[in-house]
């Protein structure tokens, strides 16, 4: 295999987990290149379920290496937690398999405390974050007043300004009558954390390079989805970083030259978490796969909005990423419909567009224009090869990448590893 791209196709929560375990298989380095622990790969690996939050999925195979890469913001404590968890459940996690850049970027309690501060602020036009302090941590980063993981290795340095931001940051909450946060019991937890994690830090960019150069074959794995990206998502309902394929090269210090492929990942219908516009979103739709107990957020556990296929959204995002092939997730959800829609324009004001618009205003004015298409009515989740799907699933599925201009790589029809098919 490649050096290849994992990148969501939506907004996130397109099943990028499972397909980076699926073709990990075929990858010696896998590498997480932006977004914190707001985010939630589900993987379910011999019936066991696992939810990892800034760890790649790579962890889960014996042989493999992990990277987190310098432009993933990393909140130090809960890092430990989810290495301590993986440990309690039988897989271990050390230096030698996971490695994080010291150029990262510390999330911290005051990031949380200013996240939800934020939130509570904007009121109705709030953005739905996880709270888990991501953009405020990124706002450091860009202000050039973050701290990064290189402190961790320097706990006398990293005690005084942890000091010297909790005060400072406690005025500010304290002024917004918000609770402040415990000097003392932070640095604790921070510097205990700092100690525990400071073996696995280096240089990863080096590291990476390295292993490209040995001829070792590398998967980035994407956190959240394309229309969270800062710049090409539905701003200002989106994340702090670039969730696109090049966010992968920047995030991780490897040149756009050295990958060979990119895999788009979507649903067979769209789902988003937290607010703003969302064109095709459906009701019923939601309400039937929420009772099929699908479609909670991995991280929150918030029940996900639901809606019909977007090919106004895939299209750009293919335009954005460069998709050499797409990796479609949840077929098996639609399994139980007489009719499907998909939705292949948007009305806005009489206007028909086939590519979303900029600004979030004009989003929130479309109205989607529908192709109705015949549904199998057949159950997916037991098939074992691509030849095996119905008819017209198989024309649901040639629908798409006939729109989009693409091949469709992989068809997932369950939530483990092996409701996978390869096309």
């Not at 706002?139 to 701290?147: C, E, I, N, S, Y």
């Not at 000091?163 to 932070?186: K, S, V």
């Not at 918030?302 to 949840?330: E, I, P, Q, S």
Request: proline letters at 4%; a negative charge.
């Amino acid at each position: 295999m490649a050096n290849t791209i994992i990148v969501g196709a939506q907004w996130g929560d397109e099943g990028k987990g499972k397909v980076v375990d699926f073709l990990t298989e075929q990858a010696d380095v896998i590498v997480r290149a932006q977004g914190g622990n707001n985010a939630g790969h589900t993987v379910i690996s011999d019936g066991r379920k696992f939810v990892l939050h800034l760890i790649p999925s790579g962890i889960l195979w014996p042989g493999k290496s992990c990277v987190i890469g310098n432009g993933v913001v990393l909140d130090p404590v809960s890092l430990v937690e989810e290495i301590r968890g993986l440990a309690d459940q039988g897989i271990a996690v050390s230096p030698d398999q996971l490695r994080i850049s010291e150029r990262a970027h510390l999330t911290l309690p005051w990031h949380r405390g200013l996240d939800r501060l934020r939130e509570t602020g904007l009121g109705s036009r709030r953005i739905g974050t996880t709270g888990r302090g991501i953009g405020p941590t990124y706002a450091d980063k860009a202000q050039r007043t973050g701290l990064r993981t290189s402190a961790l290795r320097q706990p006398v340095r990293l005690a005084a300004l942890l000091n010297e931001r909790l005060q400072e940051n406690n005025r500010l909450l304290e002024a917004a009558g918000e609770p402040t946060i415990d000097i003392d019991t932070t640095c604790r937890a921070v510097l205990a954390a700092a100690a525990f994690l400071e073996p696995f830090l280096t240089d990863t960019t080096v590291y990476i390079h390295r292993q490209i150069e040995q001829g070792r074959r590398l998967l980035f794995e994407g956190a959240q989805g394309t229309y969270l990206d800062i710049d090409h998502g539905t701003y200002p309902f989106v994340t702090s970083s670039n969730t696109t394929a090049g966010g992968a090269c920047t995030g991780s210090g490897v040149s756009p030259r050295r990958i060979d492929r990119v895999i788009g990942v979507c649903k067979a219908y769209t789902t988003r978490v937290g607010e703003g516009p969302f064109v095709t979103e459906d009701d019923s739709l939601s309400d039937r796969l929420h009772h099929m107990g699908r479609e909670f957020g991995a991280t929150t556990g918030r029940a996900r909005r639901c809606g019909w296929l977007d090919l106004v959204l895939l299209r750009y995002a293919h335009m954005v990423n460069g998709f050499d092939a797409l990796a479609v997730t949840n077929l098996d959800g639609l399994d139980e419909l007489d009719r499907i829609q998909v939705c292949t324009a948007y009305d806005l004001d009489g206007v028909r567009l086939e590519t979303p618009p900029s600004e979030v205003e004009d989003w929130e004015r479309c109205t989607p224009c529908y192709e109705e298409l015949p549904g199998w009515r057949t159950s997916l989740s037991d098939l074992t090869d691509i030849k095996q799907l119905p008819p017209r699933a198989r024309a649901y599925l040639d629908f798409i990448a006939s729109d989009l201009g693409t091949t469709i790589s992989h068809v997932g029809i369950g939530p483990s590893r092996e409701q996978t098919l390869v096309c």
